[in-house]
């Protein structure tokens, strides 16, 4: 038997949120062809592996950053690793930022529900068996307030189950962990006959299926051993115990909305999601549902009705004070229904069904600053199952570009080019889970797919690997900035062969020098020697070159050092924290400096680098 962990650290909490992942990717499909309630969606267990998927990239960002500041001997941690109080935050806030659907935004209050108890400041350390308990205790009913009208027969009771089992163990952590997840099978089995549509499609709720694999990775972490399921409610699977196809495919119609609504009107596009498989074997009862959505609501608990139940679903992430969130339940409870508020500490995730979905967002803006605006229209139907009969399905485009982008600014400038565009904030990457969603929103036969980042390589290699399994051809181009995907997208012709399309938008990029001017947040060793915190970097293709005081200066000297090797056009991105005098001193420098060179100047917002320059 593998060396398991005795107590909760650091290394459990990594330990669990990977063996959580892989258990939700295997049982993915299973869990999306069980969600029957109260919409047929297809997309719980979806919408729980890219929130786990989040929350494990988060613990494992944290990881990277101790060891860096280790190798760096910058680091009072001479282990190079990080507390449990880090690494339970950095689960709980990776869950709630890339938390998806109803389930999803649950599971994240779980997770921070454990988090409050691993990561508390108290004398007594929360690390054994005992600590379990009140963990899990703390994160059911933490998950059952964030609900505005908790029903049973649901991932509560589930969750509810697990605790009320684990107050009574004793013992080690997987002593209590194997007991909770026993627990958690009894009233997964139960949910059955606990609510009427569970019944009439003879499933088990689909969010406490998840529930009950994240807790069977826990029972791993802590035996080494993965428990054996219980039969009882493998049963209600279609096909019986093996994994299944997703119920139908997506097809609801999905709004993107970066911008972070302080006013601002702009909407990225709306379109409808292309088809994420084929359809699968189908659950009884749920023939006349609307089977699925590319990112909709899911199994919601507080039981509104299927028939008459509102239009949208709408999400979104929250910077909002307490009593401005309090005031803001009391307002979306008004509006509609299936309303969860998650979160804390000015940071929240905020999920309701409504009619009107302008409202919502408008209560949002009242409250604070909303951003990753998602709007699913549940009334489109499904072209597989028949509910949206009399509506030929959209045709698929021939091709589409798929782009990461930094900042709000930028997203509005891909999309204005035509790009389906994947909006990643400062700490925030995407997943790869996202990338695929993106995919699918663009509809199309052919997909070039611009990561503009190089730490995002191996994510969006995963997503188009998952893409190609869906019958999508795509071709990844290795951009490692945002300018290099401007200079991509300016040669994009969809009317040529894909072939010579991607030739030509790649060569666009590799012709096109990056360089990002930042802050440094410490003291480190850099190619340009010692900075230390508060000095102005320069990176020019990833690397530091420039030390400065000053941001103007230092800017200036890393695009004399860009333009010494020659350049036709530079390309000036500016942050939000940027001065606006900067990017007119730098074009002066460029007119009276260098001739026959043309210089653009986009506004980025919030994307992390003060300025990005490109010259082609």
């Known amino acids: 038997m593998p060396q398991v962990p005795q107590t909760f650290d650091a290394l459990a909490v990594r330990t669990w949120c990977g063996l959580a992942l892989e258990a939700l990717g295997r049982a993915r499909e299973e869990i999306d062809a069980i969600n029957v309630y109260p919409v047929a969606d297809g997309d719980t267990g979806t919408n729980l592996y890219l929130t786990v998927e989040s929350a494990a990239a988060a613990v494992e960002a944290v990881f990277a950053g101790y060891e860096a500041a280790g190798r760096d001997g910058t680091s009072v941690a001479a ?43 108290s004398e007594t350390a929360h690390t054994d068996g005992r600590g379990m308990r009140l963990a899990l205790r703390n994160a059911a009913d933490s998950a059952r307030k964030a609900v505005a009208h908790p029903v049973e027969g649901t991932v509560l009771t589930v969750a509810s189950a697990a605790a009320d089992a684990a107050s009574g163990a004793e013992g080690d952590c997987g002593t209590v962990a194997r007991v909770a997840y026993e627990g958690a099978c009894a009233a997964l089995t139960a949910t059955t006959g606990q609510l ?35 039969g009882r409610w493998q049963e209600t699977v279609p096909g019986g115990t093996g994994a299944v196809g997703t119920a139908g495919a997506p097809g609801a119609a999905i709004v993107d909305i970066p911008d972070a609504l302080t006013g601002v009107t702009g909407v990225t596009g709306v379109t409808e999601a292309a088809p994420g498989g084929s359809p699968g074997p189908r659950v009884r009862g749920a023939d006349e549902r609307d089977e699925a959505t590319d990112d909709g609501a899911d199994a919601c608990v507080d039981g509104a009705a299927e028939e008459g139940h509102p239009a949208f679903e709408v999400i979104y992430l929250l910077e909002a004070e307490d009593s401005a969130v309090d005031r803001l339940r009391e307002r979306l409870d008004g509006l509609g229904d299936s309303l969860v508020v998650v979160g804390g500490d000015g940071l929240w995730n905020v999920h309701v069904h409504v009619d009107d979905a302008g409202a919502a967002v408008e209560a949002g803006v009242e409250a604070g600053r909303p951003y990753r605006i ?29 782009a990461v982008v930094p900042g709000e600014g930028l997203a509005g400038l891909y999309t ?21 969603e993106a995919v699918r929103r663009a509809h199309a036969r052919e997909v070039v797919l611009l990561p503009n980042d190089a730490d995002l390589r191996h994510t969006a290699a995963a997503a188009a690997e998952q893409a190609r399994a869906e ?50 947040e410490r003291q480190s060793w850099t190619m340009a020697g ?65 001739l026959a060179v043309d210089t653009v100047v986009y506004r980025g917002g919030r994307q992390g680098a003060l300025l990005l320059i490109g010259v082609e």
Do not use: K
Request: glycine content about 12%.
């Open 79 to 121: 282990a190079g690793r990080p507390s449990l109080a880090d690494a339970a935050r950095a689960m709980a806030h990776g869950a709630l930022i890339g938390a998806r659907g109803n389930s999803g935004t649950i599971l994240a209050q779980l997770l921070r529900g454990m988090a409050q108890v691993l990561a508390a400041d």
């Open 471 to 520: 019958g999508v051809r795509v071709a990844l181009i290795p951009t490692r900035s945002a300018v290099q995907g401007i200079a991509a997208l300016a040669v994009h012709e969809p009317e040529r062969r894909f072939d010579e399309d991607v030739v030509a938008m790649t060569s666009a990029a590799g012709a096109t020098r990056y360089a990002e001017v930042a802050v440094a």
């Open 196 to 230: 009427a549509v569970l019944e009439s499609a003879g499933v088990v709720d689909a969010g406490g299926r998840g529930l009950v694999a994240v807790l069977a990775a826990l029972v791993e972490t802590f035996t080494g051993e993965a428990p054996r399921a219980n």
């Open 530 to 594: 010692i900075c230390q915190a508060g000095d102005v970097l320069g990176l020019i293709d990833g690397d530091v070159a420039v030390i400065g005081a000053d941001l103007t200066a230092t800017a200036e000297t890393v695009l004399d050092r860009m333009l010494a090797a020659g350049g036709e056009m530079v390309t000036l991105v500016l942050g939000d924290e940027a001065p606006d005098t900067i990017a007119a001193h730098l074009e002066s420098r460029v007119r009276e400096s260098y």
């Open 374 to 402: 998602r709007i699913t229209h549940f009334g489109l139907g499904d072209v597989h199952t028949g509910a949206g009969a009399g509506r030929p399905p959209r045709e698929r485009a021939q091709r589409a570009v798929v």
């Open 416 to 436: 204005e080019a035509g790009a389906t565009t994947v909006l990643a904030r400062p700490g925030e990457p995407p997943a790869s889970g996202e990338l695929v």
